[in-house]
């Protein structure tokens, strides 16, 4: 059983953790963490170590995931040994590249992984990518961690910044779009305790209708658009405000900040 230290113990680490003792890939009594912030402790499982010394539990660990905030990434590298021998890296901080995080060592095996919020509750999208001294089968099993809890691809990570804005931070437009027919709803006076249920559930079913369909999404869209009906005049305000181009112009602008991100922390 591998020893996985997560440096840094926010939501997505404890989602992390939480999916390597679901899946029985790592025990509890096998995961270390370490935190300033002893209170981000209250929300992993009990059996998991608390580690008091950085360099106790660097040592200790096979896996170490660097899971603190990007500004702090500095300085938790700096306190690392030089050269990490046959520990496995990963990294899940935006915007930070891999080249910025090995010119701070001799030798270290290191993945990138992007992954999104929906990790937390087991349905999240992550894309990883390796340097060189990652053998596959360490890279297969770093998938199957982040497996554990979702889906996985792999890219390249000239890639990562436009898929930031494709899985990374798209929950969040999904979120908006949701509270946009929830405002919606209330403007027609549709006040019911269940509205939010019933739009997220006809939401995933759409999704799921395209997914699991053999249709394309604008013979998805002509089932339920009538010539002349109810769909067809919602249809024409939301064309008319240009949404595919509202959606389009705010990925790239995602894009764009995942750059600029990219830049500053190099």
Do not use: H, W
């Not at 919606?184 to 395209?210: H, Q």
């Amino acid at each position: 059983m591998k020893k996985t230290l997560f440096i840094g113990s926010g939501n997505m680490a404890c989602a992390i953790a939480s999916g390597l003792i679901k899946s029985n890939l790592i025990p509890a009594q096998s995961i270390l963490l370490f935190d300033k912030n002893v209170e981000q402790y209250a929300k992993f499982n009990s059996e998991c170590i608390k580690m008091q010394n950085l360099q106790d539990a660097i040592n200790s660990a096979d896996i170490i995931f660097l899971s603190v905030k990007p500004q702090n990434i500095k300085e938790v590298v700096s306190l690392m040994p030089k050269n990490l021998g046959n520990k496995i890296c990963v990294s899940i901080c935006a915007g930070i590249t891999m080249e910025s995080i090995e010119k701070n060592f001799d030798y270290i095996k290191l993945v990138r992984a992007m992954p999104n919020t929906p990790l937390l509750i087991g349905q999240g999208v992550t894309a990883l990518c390796k340097n060189k001294n990652v053998l596959d089968c360490e890279f297969n099993f770093i998938k199957s961690i982040f497996a554990s809890s979702g889906i996985t691809t792999e890219i390249e990570e000239k890639d990562i910044n436009s898929l930031t804005a494709i899985t990374s931070s798209s929950p969040a437009y999904v979120y908006l779009f949701i509270k946009a027919m929830l405002e919606g709803a209330k403007n027609l006076n549709f006040n019911y305790e269940n509205t939010l249920d019933l739009i997220c559930k006809t939401i995933i079913g759409s999704a799921n209708m395209v997914l699991q369909g053999d249709k394309t999404i604008d013979e998805q869209i002509r089932m339920v658009k009538s010539p002349n009906g109810t769909t067809e005049k919602a249809l024409n305000v939301l064309e008319e405000q240009n949404i595919i181009g509202i959606v389009s112009d705010a990925m790239k602008a995602c894009e764009a900040r995942a750059k600029e991100l990219s830049e500053l922390n190099k």
